[in-house]
């Protein structure tokens, strides 16, 4: 079956050491969502009529404010290689988006396993759609008229003249593919027609309402109206880009693609529905906010199993994946109705971060803040160096403030690295020592008078 090729198989233990390279702590999140992953991977190895019976666990994430519950979903999606879709349950309340119907997800995690197994495919007939369209540019650049094309056949008949130019031309044409391949006509410019296939006119009209009820404006029109082409000379090169594209697009069987996405889905999806605690608990009665308990109504069936039309065909929800993460500040997991709360079984909580972690978090995950400084630094040819006792400082400060004023947990470090950088930021330009040590004395200097005022520090850090 081919949606096992594309189901990663990554084992439990490899999913989180994969998370480890960017989010420090939270073990036993990392651990639920990479059993998660991995127990879809096992159901596709099960028989097919146990493999219906087997109901996805589905996981609650729970813990404050910037510990990393955003981050391991973001990370996560990079990882399963399968339909991955976030979004923020908070949407469905949201003025704007007022009967967005909560169905909408579905839709979306079809176009994007639509799009990821037609990238696929690409990747699949990418290979015969350049020599087809090598050849196209070849009779492009040697008009095949004078000497017919080897692959016209026999023309029988004809004089003696065409016969000389039948020995030639492929001898030619050979030459001329040899020079195309080393790169010799790169700067040449060719004429090719392009397809018009986008219609900027119609992106207006084919807003998410009617999006919303499964049909596609825009490919309706589309097909309605002749397809508009246009002559554009390019370089060389371009023009290969454009006729392998064109060629793609033939070779892709989108009927398999749809069918094949749409399983994908079904079998292997996972939807990440984040700030699930915005849904919870009773509704105030004021503003125009849909009704929470509303949208946990709405998102029930889908949890629970149900058919959503889609423009792609139906979608069974039954076995998809849902991942939800909420700081629960207010509200509790236990003021979600409890049809969804038992259609979460798996609860986790991620630990709130102090200096510890603030330090590791610094300096270790790949794209570490540390890191990201220092690397813009050099664009301006300085080397920004951090001692470790800063290091301790900077991390000390971050848990202070959070401690005396609001604990917003890793996002503190934005604040604080931001402050403190902020002068040399301003300067690095002028600066003529190429490089820099921040050291603890520095971080202190920089912050005090934020650190001493806490009403400072509420507005600045
Ligand atoms: N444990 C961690 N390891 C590394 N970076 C972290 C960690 N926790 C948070 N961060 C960083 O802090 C920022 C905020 O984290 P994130 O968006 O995951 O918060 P969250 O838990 O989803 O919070 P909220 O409940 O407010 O949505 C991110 O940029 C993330 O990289
Ligand atoms: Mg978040």
């Not at 729970?62 to 990393?68: A, F, L, S």
């Not at 825009?218 to 554009?232: A, C, E, G, I, Q």
Request: hydrophobic share 40%.
């Amino acid at each position: 079956m081919k949606e096992e090729t594309l189901i990663h198989t990554f084992t439990p233990r490899e999913i989180v050491s994969e998370l480890d390279k960017y989010i420090v702590g939270q073990h036993e999140a990392k651990r639920a969502v990479a059993l998660a992953l991995r127990n879809r991977w096992r159901r596709q190895q099960v028989p097919d009529d146990l493999k219906d019976e087997i109901a996805p666990k589905n996981i609650i994430m729970i813990g404050p404010t910037g510990v990393g519950k955003t981050e391991i979903a973001r990370r996560l999606a990079k990882l399963s290689n399968a339909p991955f879709l976030k979004i923020e349950a908070s949407k469905f309340t949201e003025v704007g988006y007022v009967g967005r119907d909560v169905e909408s997800m579905i839709r979306d995690l079809v176009e994007i396993a639509i799009n990821m197994v037609k990238s696929e495919e690409n990747k699949r007939v990418e290979f015969k759609a350049r020599e087809i369209a090598e050849e196209r540019l070849l009779d492009l650049l040697l008009p095949p008229r004078p000497a017919p094309h080897p692959s016209d056949g026999l023309r029988s008949g004809e004089k003696p003249l065409e016969i000389v130019g039948e020995k030639t031309a492929p001898s030619t044409r050979e030459r001329l593919r040899q020079l195309l391949r080393n790169g010799s006509l790169d700067e040449r410019f060719v004429d090719v027609e392009i397809t018009q296939t986008s219609m900027p006119m119609f992106e207006i009209f084919s807003g998410s309402g009617i999006e919303e009820m499964g049909i596609n404006v825009k490919d309706m029109f589309s097909n309605l109206l002749p397809k508009k082409t246009k002559r554009k000379k390019v370089k060389i090169p371009e023009a290969l880009e454009i006729l392998t594209q064109e060629e793609v697009q033939k070779l892709i069987d989108m009927d398999r693609v749809v069918k094949e996405a749409l399983s994908l889905v079904e079998q292997g999806g996972i939807v990440f529905l984040d700030e699930i605690d915005k849904i919870a608990g009773k509704d105030q009665g004021h503003g125009p906010d849909v009704s929470r308990e509303g949208v946990q109504r709405d998102i029930l069936p889908i949890v629970e199993g149900t058919k959503v039309n889609t423009k792609h065909g139906m979608v069974k929800t039954d076995h998809i994946l849902f991942i939800a993460a909420g700081a629960f500040y207010v509200s509790k997991p236990s003021d979600l109705i409890p049809e969804l709360q038992g259609r979460f079984p798996i609860r986790v909580e991620l630990d709130s971060l102090g200096k510890e972690e603030f330090v590791r978090i610094l300096t270790e995950p790949k794209n570490a803040l540390i890191k990201q400084y220092k690397a813009l630094m050099k664009t301006e040819g300085i080397e920004l160096e951090f001692s470790p006792d800063a290091v301790e400082k900077i991390a000390e400060i971050a848990a202070e403030i959070n401690e005396k004023t609001e604990n917003i947990g890793a996002r503190r470090l934005y604040t604080i690295m931001e402050k403190l950088l902020d002068d040399i930021s301003f300067k690095a330009p002028e600066m003529s020592e190429p490089a820099i040590t921040i050291t603890a004395e520095y971080v202190e200097e920089q912050l005090k008078e934020f650190v001493e005022d806490e009403d400072l520090s509420r507005y600045i850090l």
